[in-house]
């Protein structure tokens, strides 16, 4: 049984992935609900025994902050909050990005800094228990005063309002209470801010693409790896020696890698007619190195932020003082994403170039891969299909961060576009995972005109579990079909059940 449980003890990469797993379910430890029950409690104190205004809890919200609220609206107050700010639009947010938006949405109320009600924390638990994902739009956050329009539509079930994904089906979250015989929550005072406040939409996201980039990462190196004696190439690039004279993590790792893919190559080890490769194969190890660096660098950003309190404003029941302020500006995520968005571009755009030296003629490979050329266009168009993507990518890969846009009347005057920077890091993991497939079909295409040499272990096991699923292409057929199998193995496989 996967089950999770939210505590005030840091969360990583792993614990992420668990939140994936089909059937994972959260509950909250006994920390996390005294936690919850103290800050709303002091809140509760706070309100009765004081008259002062407080940002978003007595008062208006954005460049509404000085409307004082009466003590019998602050209800309504919540509600038409959460009401008023859905105002997303486009596609809705895939699923996996929901049960990760669900999951740290608990995790960041469970600090007891928010001022929630322990039932409006359980209430997100148990929808994510039951498989019940809000219908969130992909539009309409601009990352700063949180995922405003996002968090909202998350927010809405909790009223018995918007809609939900359940049982593989999108229905009215009201339905979905009725049948569950669950009453629409009372929202408090502040609990509304509490629940839109915060940058889980961005971080979700974040979080997904990490994880993403560290498999897919694998996996470029790997097929790299196959690309490289699939062309004959050279192996004294990735020595030892060469990389501890500049010695960048990445590039060291990468480097370790491609040596242990290549390590008993009778390909690698024949003498070789050329002195050099191309940098796609030659820089393997300081292209992809490169990139994961900047992985790492965004990995650590996710899980700090993963593991923050990012509502506004926030309770330190403690120290008896409720401050507003800005965690909710996601600044530090809109760069990561950014980063990240060229980090992956660059392994989509190296692995691009290694198809078309690949398919190009040379180091005695057939023109396009096929045996009969001419009446056979074999890989050509192939190569078309991952110079798009790239193309695309590189469109992509403008800054988010760089872009800010006033708002609520210059309350909200410099915002960071963070949202829009993590739909574009995904769009182009997505790109990713298809340009690699293509780089993955291509090389074991080329290694198979390389028989009766034969490559390493670990790519002859790769080459074999491979053409179970697409085959040697001797003549012209549908390849569509055949890059959507390849991109399925990517998602299924590991790279270290080949090494």
């Given at each position: 049984m996967n089950q999770i449980v939210i505590s005030n003890q840091p969360a990583s990469l792993k614990e992420w992935q668990q939140v994936l797993i089909p059937g994972a379910t959260i509950i909250l430890s006994d920390l996390s609900k005294e936690a919850i029950l103290r800050g709303r409690t002091y809140l509760d104190e706070k309100l009765?025994?004081?008259?002062?205004?407080?940002?978003g809890i007595n008062t208006g919200f954005g460049a509404l902050y000085n409307t004082r609220i009466e003590a019998k609206d602050l209800q309504?107050?919540?509600?038409?909050?959460?009401?008023s700010h859905a105002c997303g639009m486009g596609e809705p947010v895939p699923e996996e990005v929901i049960k990760l938006m669900m999951y740290l949405k608990i995790r960041g109320l469970s600090y007891g800094n928010s001022g929630v009600q322990l039932s409006t924390v359980q209430r997100l638990v148990d929808m994510f228990?039951?498989?019940?994902?809000?219908?969130v739009y992909q539009q309409g956050s601009l990352g700063a005063s949180g995922d405003l329009a996002p968090l909202a539509h998350l927010s809405l079930p909790l009223l018995g309002e918007g809609e939900v994904f359940w049982n593989r089906k999108r229905v009215s979250s009201a339905e979905v209470l009725r049948k569950l015989g669950w009453s629409p929550i009372n929202l408090q005072s502040k609990e509304g801010l509490?629940?839109?406040?915060?940058?889980?939409?961005?971080?979700?996201?974040?979080?997904?693409?990490?994880?993403?980039?560290?498999?897919?990462?694998?996996w470029a190196t790997f097929i790299g790896s196959v690309s490289l004696d699939a062309f004959d190439g050279r192996t004294e690039p990735f020595y030892p020696s060469l990389h501890t004279i500049r010695p960048h993590n990445g590039q060291i790792i990468a480097a370790d890698r491609m040596r242990k893919y290549l390590s008993g190559s009778s390909i690698a080890a024949q003498a070789k007619k050329h002195v050099q490769?191309?940098?796609?194969?030659?820089?393997?190890?300081?292209v992809h190195g490169a990139s994961w660096d900047a992985i790492q660098y965004a990995l650590k950003v996710f899980e700090i932020e993963c593991n923050s309190v990012t509502d506004n404003p926030t309770l330190f029941p403690d120290e008896d003082l409720i401050l507003s302020g800005g965690n909710f500006h996601g600044q530090p995520l809109a760069l990561a994403l950014d980063f990240l968005s060229i980090a992956l571009h660059e392994l989509g755009?190296?692995?691009?170039?290694?198809?078309?030296?690949?398919?190009n003629g040379n180091r005695e490979l057939p023109a396009f891969l096929t045996p009969f050329p001419?009446?056979?266009?074999?890989?050509m168009i192939a190569q078309y299909s991952a110079a798009s993507m790239v193309s695309q990518n590189k469109t992509l890969c403008m800054p988010a961060s760089a872009d800010t846009i006033d708002s609520s009347r210059g309350q909200e005057d410099h915002v960071s576009m963070g949202a829009n920077a993590a739909t574009k890091a995904y769009r182009i993991t997505k790109n990713l995972y298809q340009i690699l497939s293509i780089e993955l079909m291509t090389a074991i295409q080329a290694l198979d005109f390389r028989k009766p040499l034969v490559s390493s272990d670990s790519i002859e096991k790769l080459r074999t579990e491979f053409r179970k699923v697409v085959p040697f292409i001797e003549q012209d057929t549908l390849m569509y079909p055949l890059f959507e199998k390849s991109v399925e193995f990517l998602e299924q496989h590991q790279p270290s059940e080949y090494a």
């Open positions: 009765s025994s004081h008259n002062e205004p407080i940002y309504k107050l919540q509600e038409n909050l959460v009401r228990n039951e498989g019940i994902w809000p219908v509490a629940l839109l406040n915060g940058t889980q939409f961005m971080s979700a996201y974040g979080a997904w693409i990490c994880m993403q980039a560290i498999h897919l990462w694998e490769d191309p940098y796609s194969f030659r820089c393997i190890p300081q755009s190296i692995s691009e170039r290694r198809i078309y030296q690949l398919i001419g009446i056979n266009s074999g890989f």
